[in-house]
DNA sequence: CCCACGACCTGTGGGC
DNA sequence: TGCCCACAGGTCGTGG
């Protein structure tokens, strides 16, 4: 799924195609996807305004004229694209490096100038609400939300709170939205290395002076992948050009057996298995 | 409250 | 070639 860097380039590619714009129509082509749709979801959204299109954590968010915020997530395999007259009219974005299989084509909105914006989901794990804009903050998909990992309020201060007498691991611990909101399975894997921390170390465990590496690095590589569009799975050869990048920039994830890039370094790259999901470290100098 | 695990859903790739 | 299992960018609910 799409993990921060990823909402944030699909959300750069949708902006100009929706805000300031109005919905003149919604096509819904099934009642659920990970959950059911909100009540009369095409009708409050017709005729809507777009005001804005923001992004908090791994949700898009874009308030309306009505006065309501429609917040999707892309799950695992949520992917947005715009066409027109057929087309893909803004390839480049995330996830636009093979067309979507229009079977899994959920819902499509007819935007105002033109534009046609379509949900795609295989695994349906995505959803959508409409939540009334003065109630987002108390709404339950955000009230539990911790700092963003690019804001101000992400600082070694915040983890060491977070971390105090945590026996489970800083893996699991980071991908935690309550503690920091936006990484994913990749990110965490890859800011862990450049930080030299087992992901394996309960989080109450990590040294409070590796703490302010671990947000630089947790920084910085969020920075590298939104510098490309983020990082594309399964690519296809011929996509056109702008498809993400970051998975060619990978320092460990999904690398097992390879020799360690840290310099110097003669370790392997492992792969583990927490909380269900592959971690992948370097033994020798994440610790 | 904290934590581990199964569930949700479909597709793909690797091993036999 | 075909089949079956493991695994995939997330997160929610359950049960210990």
Redesign the pocket.
Known sequence: ???LP?VETVRRGLAPVLEGLRIEAVELRRADL?FPFPERFAERLTGARVLRLERR???LLAPLDTGEVWAA?????GRFSVTAEGRVARPGD??YAAPP?P??THVAFDIEAGARVEYND????GYMELIPADGLAAHA?FKGLGPEPLGPDFTAAHLARAFE?????VK??L???RVVAG?????VCEALFRAGISPLR???DVSRRKLGPLVAAVRAVLEASLEVG?????DYAGADGAK?GF?NAFLV??REGEPCLREGCRGVVA?T??????SFHCPVCQR
Not at 73 to 77: A, I, K, S, V
Not at 273 to 278: H, M
């Open positions: 799924m799409p993990e990823e990970r954590a791994k949700y997530h892309l799950g695992m395999t995330f996830y299989d079977r899994h295989v695994r349906r794990f998909l007498g945590r026996i489970q691991s699991a611990t991908l935690d939205q990484l994913g399975n990749i990110y309960p989080a109450g983020g990082s594309s799975l399964r993400g998975q994830y999904d792969r298995v927490q909380a269900g999901r592959s």
